[in-house]
């Protein structure tokens, strides 16, 4: 895109109820004219919204209630105070995030089991990297390859099944010691993920735990499994199977979309088994198939946080991947081109209303794992030993789609992207050395890092210029920024993750950019990957021999939508960082829960949340936070 057309989407004056970018508000219209439900208008149409839910203070757990604290009642039935209400309806909630993270993270374990065995359609890709794992936990990482995949993934499963009194490897292995002290001071060091949530389950029934502090360190302890098990470990068991990122230049957006090609769209979390149907799709026998039906050949793209993933791992599958197409708010935006002939799903953040929108365009929808499931949505669930069976049935649902596509619309902007961070690639960017980058830290050509993850969300409007906003204020200010999530997507509309965009950073940031031939906010990926990220935030800190809260980093989820964003930021304070969250969270209705994440819990982890609904005014609170940093520092 131009960068005239580029300050044109950023400067869009937003009406209610539509897209941030350009290309969003043309298939918005186009979504609306045909009739067709969308995320915006059934927000608009769920106006006004409960302010008691809004605020945490409404309990609906018995048959006492729903209660919610009024101005004439400061307790439920049962004597549930604001307090208790809102630390246990957000405790909930992280056990929710918690739960979908370790799931994940429990798929990718049962291949590299079933790898091991010999039973699963992979192999595997980075084996140093399982070697190393291996070793680090303290196991035998000798011998032939899939002896280690079995041994090291018994390990996993086994880690997850623990109990809870007994302290996790994952995190005393990987943890600073510095952090592991303070964990061990507070009680919070966890055990393993499936008893804390059960745990966490049974403090959270009605008239069981009513300590309202009890109930937020039991969040911080599911944050800490949560980070180890389910970002950390998914992403590192992924890597050893799928392979590593590595920085590569794409396209992304709707636009994207070629009607030419039969195209698939996958959208989730979990792309072990996206990879397989795009390592296939390149077989004579469906390129052949594409060919006889008038297709150029075969195109896939991704959606949410997949597509993100997918970017990062490059030209790994001949030019089959054509890009990330949209975040969870574009989702029906991309069928609405009506040239997506296949949309399957791994995991969430798929909108239930994609199945009245889906039959609109013609679209065939696939779950492909059995959390996902929808009335009448053809099933063809993930197992590691059917990979190759289930990714042929879903191409071959793709080329008998293909025919039955109408009204097909494709908008023209697309925009580039350069992707595919990790630590190791920053690393090498910089010649192998952390030294760069912490002498740049040091002398203040980089004021600090802040990492903008998370999710998209309609709310007040958000729908990405909230992201974009904050991310171009930190980056003039000479702060370099880190993506992983569904931010990545508003960030690479606006043209950041190009390494043209670094003329809008500070002059010292941009500086950095054009020598290295980077752009000022590097993606890591998914969500699932922010577990990279805290591994580049633990490089930094141990090569600097000090703990993360001293370090002039912050973590903003600035559109945060859902309960896995939720775990993600009690792993951001329970890891030491101030994490920024925009839209409200739901505690307000407690003023002891605002005040204990908001300032107490600094004195307790060193992190702590920070709210502000203004993006200006956050990057404005996220600098004067790393400035202190840095004044203690250096
Ligand atoms: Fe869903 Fe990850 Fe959020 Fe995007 S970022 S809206 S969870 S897909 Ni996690």
Same mark, same amino acid.
Request: glycine share 4%; charged share 15%.
């Given at each position: 895109m131009a960068s005239t057309e580029t300050d044109k989407v950023i400067g869009l004056k937003l009406k209610k109820n539509q897209p941030s970018d350009i290309t969003g508000c043309e298939m918005h219209e186009r979504i609306i004219n045909d009739g067709v439900t969308n995320i915006y208008d059934r927000f608009a149409s769920q106006q006004p919204q409960c302010g008691f839910g809004a605020t945490g203070v409404c309990c609906t757990l018995c048959t006492h209630g729903p209660c919610q604290i009024t101005r004439k009642a400061n307790m439920g039935v049962c004597g549930a105070s604001a307090d208790l209400m809102v630390a246990r309806n957000l405790l909930n909630r992280v056990v929710i995030g918690t739960a979908a993270n370790v799931y994940h993270a429990k798929n990718n374990a049962r291949t590299l089991v079933e790898i091991g065995k010999g039973t699963a359609d992979y192999v595997i890709k980075e084996e140093n990297k399982l070697r190393s794992v291996t070793e680090k936990v303290g196991l035998d990482s000798s011998g032939p390859i899939n002896e280690v995949a079995l041994r090291f993934g018994t390990f996993f499963m086994d880690q997850i099944n623990s109990n809870d009194y007994e302290p996790l490897k994952l995190v005393t292995k990987f943890a600073l010691p510095q952090r592991l002290k303070v964990w061990e001071s507070l009680s919070i060091l966890p055990g393993g993920p499936g008893s804390e949530l059960m745990t966490s389950l049974t403090k959270g029934l009605t008239n069981m735990d009513s300590d309202p502090i009890d109930l937020m360190l039991q969040a911080l302890r599911l944050g800490i499994a949560n980070e180890f098990v389910g970002l950390f470990g998914a992403t590192i068991l992924q890597e050893i199977i799928i392979g590593s990122a590595k920085p590569f230049v794409g396209q992304t957006g709707i #636009?994207? =979309?070629? %009607? $030419?090609?039969?195209? /698939?769209? =996958?959208?989730?979390? +979990? %792309?072990? /088994? #996206? &990879?397989?149907?795009?390592? @296939? #799709? +390149?077989? $004579?026998e469906f390129i052949q198939k594409a060919k006889a039906i008038g297709a150029e050949g075969i195109k896939f793209y991704g959606c949410v946080c997949e597509g993100q993933s997918l970017l990062n791992l490059g030209n790994e599958f001949g030019g089959v991947y054509g890009g990330p197409a949209g975040n969870l708010t574009q989702q029906e935006l991309i069928l609405a081109t009506g040239a997506i002939d296949v949309m399957f799903f791994d995991f969430n953040c798929v909108l239930p209303a994609i199945v009245d929108v889906a039959k609109h365009y013609n679209t065939t929808l @696939? #779950? &492909?794992?059995?959390?996902?499931? +929808?009335p009448d949505v053809l099933r063809l669930e993930y197992e590691p030993h059917k990979a190759n069976e289930i990714a042929k049935k879903i191409l071959d649902e793709a080329i008998k789609s293909f025919s039955q596509r109408k009204h097909i619309m494709t908008p023209k902007i697309t925009q580039k992207a350069m992707a595919g961070f990790t630590t190791e690639s920053v690393l090498a960017a910089l010649g192998g050395k952390l030294d760069p980058l912490i002498n740049l830290i040091a002398d203040g050509t980089i004021q600090g890092i802040t990492a903008i993850v998370g999710c998209n969300t309609v709310r007040e409007c958000q729908s990405g210029s909230m992201t974009t906003k904050l991310a171009e204020e930190l980056i003039k200010k000479d702060i370099l920024i880190i993506s992983a999530?569904? &931010?990545?997507? %508003? /960030?690479?509309?606006a043209g950041l993750l190009d390494p043209a965009s670094s003329v809008k950073a500070g002059s010292n940031l941009r500086g950095v950019c054009e020598s290295l031939g980077i752009p000022p906010v590097l993606s890591y990926g998914g969500c699932n990957d922010i577990g990279k990220i805290v591994g580049t935030v633990r490089a930094i800190a141990r090569h600097l021999n000090v703990d993360i809260p001293q370090l002039p980093v912050a973590a903003s989820a600035p559109e945060y939508m859902e309960p896995k964003a939720l775990a993600d930021a009690f792993s951001a304070v329970a890891l030491g960082l101030m994490i920024h969250i925009a839209p409200l969270p739901p505690v307000l209705g407690s003023p002891l829960i605002t005040k204990l994440l908001t300032d107490d819990i600094e004195s307790l982890t060193g992190g702590k949340v920070y709210v502000e609904l203004d993006p200006i005014k956050a990057a404005k609170g996220i600098e004067d936070h790393i400035l202190l940093k840095r004044s203690k520092l250096f």
């Open positions: #636009s994207i =979309v070629d %009607p $030419n090609y039969v195209n /698939l769209l =996958v959208n989730g979390h +979990q %792309p072990l /088994l #996206s &990879t397989k149907v795009m390592e @296939i #799709s +390149q077989e $004579n @696939i #779950s &492909t794992d059995k959390v996902v499931r +929808q999530g569904c &931010t990545s997507n %508003p /960030l690479e509309n």
